[in-house]
């Protein structure tokens, strides 16, 4: 096993089987003489691999039928953008529930196409929390209502699915994508980047409902419209091969785990383990609502924030890299996707404790 422990938020760790088998066939993928990186994408070769990952990945998330899986580039920041371009309709009104600084930019980006409802928002309390779906204000004519599932700075989760009713609901599931169960069809729409929890940056999964593809607004460019990428099965131009190929790895990695219940589990087991020790302590601290605390972002602060930098140091002296918190935010923060062992959690949490004792 790798000696390092790697906490970043994104680009982040993999699962070292799927690094294994990458490196294993970088030469000569199951003997065709050359790498997936070399192989035409129209070629019988690539389109195997795409269409193989689309299908597990289909499977792991019991994507209904009537939906499109779409493997773009861009990046989730893209998409604040396309999905606004695709998803507005005549009035251009969305609703938008506002949870932290991803939903910010979302935000900024589809104001661009229309009118932004901003129904409920947790910014004056820190972005700390949900607001409880009975407080939301929501237009009975908004085109969608735009959520993020797992804010990644701040930490903060749902753990349940709001109902909007006929008005389709979008998702930016970027940081929690693969962790869990999610239903599919309660959402109209569900993208994220994949170099959080699914592979390589380059690759950025779009799930759509079929009905509402076809409705671009006028301008939009081809590469962004969700119709013309499903009627070219995501190869209206070249795809990030390589990237689809490592999420492909990851997919087949997450079925032998049990697929994503059995991943859940282990992610329950996780970030439990870090948040009683955070709660057990009066050292360190997290200030979610218990309710929203994300698995998979678990940000926290120092007692005393001069220690800072020697907490750091020490943690990658013991190989526990990539600790500190987004820039925005400071303090630290622990990501720990799927592809962290629970046992880099353990270390984590003996070295947390080991350093309260010295320091507290
Ligand atoms: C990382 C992240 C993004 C931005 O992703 P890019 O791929 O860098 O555009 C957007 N939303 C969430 C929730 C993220 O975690």
């Known amino acids: 096993m790798r000696e390092t422990f790697n906490f970043s938020a994104g680009p982040a760790t993999l699962p070292e089987a799927v690094l294994q088998q990458a490196a294993a066939e970088m030469l000569d993928w199951h003997g065709c003489g050359h790498s997936v990186m070399e192989m035409s994408h129209r070629g019988k070769q690539y389109i195997s691999i795409h269409e193989q990952a689309e299908a597990d990945l289909r499977e792991l998330m019991s994507i209904p039928e009537n939906y499109k899986v779409l493997f773009l580039q861009g990046g989730a920041t893209l998409q604040f953008s396309a999905l606004a371009m695709n998803l507005m309709r005549e009035n251009r009104q969305a609703d938008y529930i506002h ?32 607001p409880a779906p009975e407080t939301w204000l929501l237009q009975k004519d908004a085109s969608y209502v735009h959520i993020c599932l797992d804010e990644t700075i701040g930490g903060v989760e749902y753990f349940f699915t709001p109902h909007t009713g006929d008005v389709p609901l979008v998702s930016d599931i970027s940081s929690t994508f693969l962790s869990r169960p999610i239903d599919v069809s309660q959402y109209g729409m569900l993208y994220g980047g994949a170099q959080k929890n699914i ?19 006028p301008g939009t460019p081809q590469p962004l419209d969700y119709k013309a990428n499903a009627d070219a099965d995501s190869m209206l131009n070249t795809p990030p091969t390589f990237a689809v190929y490592v999420a492909g790895l990851v997919f087949q990695w997450l079925k032998q785990q049990g697929g994503l219940s059995g991943i859940e589990k282990l992610n329950q087991e996780k970030a439990a383990l870090l948040y009683s020790a955070i709660d057990e302590s009066s050292f360190y601290s997290n200030p979610v609502a218990v309710q929203n605390r994300s698995r998979m972002n678990v940000p926290f602060t120092l007692a005393d924030a001069a220690l800072d930098a020697e907490f750091l140091k020490g943690a990658e002296a013991q190989r526990l890299i990539q600790l500190k ?9 622990a990501s720990i996707y799927n592809a962290m062992p629970v046992q880099g959690v353990q270390r984590l949490v003996e070295y947390m404790q080991a350093f309260e004792k010295s320091h507290g």
């Open 199 to 217: 592979g390589p940056a380059g690759l950025t999964i779009v799930i759509v409902r079929d009905d509402l593809l076809g409705h671009a607004l």
């Open 99 to 130: 949870t932290g600084q991803w939903c910010k930019k979302a935000i900024a980006a589809a104001k661009q196409f229309g009118t932004v409802n901003i129904a409920a928002s947790s910014e004056e309390d820190g972005y700390n929390h949900v």
């Open 325 to 333: 918190g987004h820039r925005s935010v400071g303090g630290m923060r």
